[in-house]
């Protein structure tokens, strides 16, 4: 369900990601893809975002409590390469 979805997140499609491909979205982005940080963003910011804003009921800290995940995810995986990133991780 797509309700009360910022404009900016409604391009995006809401497709489910099996953990395989997440796990190598997440690896492609330790290895610093920039295509693949657009790709994790587009698949999973709508839902996170929504998770937010039921959380927070407030869209502007929604959008920061998103911004964060990101930046928090980003870091993470960059300072524990292959942490928990599964065996395509050589």
């Known amino acids: 369900m797509q309700a009360n979805v910022p404009a900016l ?3 995006y499609a809401w497709p ?3 953990s395989d491909h997440l ?7 330790a ?14 910011a709508p839902q996170l975002f929504a998770i937010a ?8 800290s929604a959008e920061d409590v998103l911004l964060e995940s990101f930046v928090n995810i980003l ?6 390469p292959g942490y ?6 050589a």
């Not at 804003?53 to 502007?60: G, H, N, S, Y």
């Open 84 to 89: 928990m990133l599964g065996p395509s991780v």
């Open 16 to 18: 489910m990601l099996s």
């Open 75 to 80: 870091g993470f995986i960059s300072f524990h």
């Open 31 to 44: 290895r610093g893809d920039s295509q693949a940080l657009a790709r994790l963003y587009g698949a999973t």
């Open 9 to 11: 997140y409604k391009h």
């Open 53 to 60: 804003l039921r959380i927070v009921r407030r869209r502007d």
């Open 23 to 29: 796990v190598q979205l997440l690896n492609d982005c």
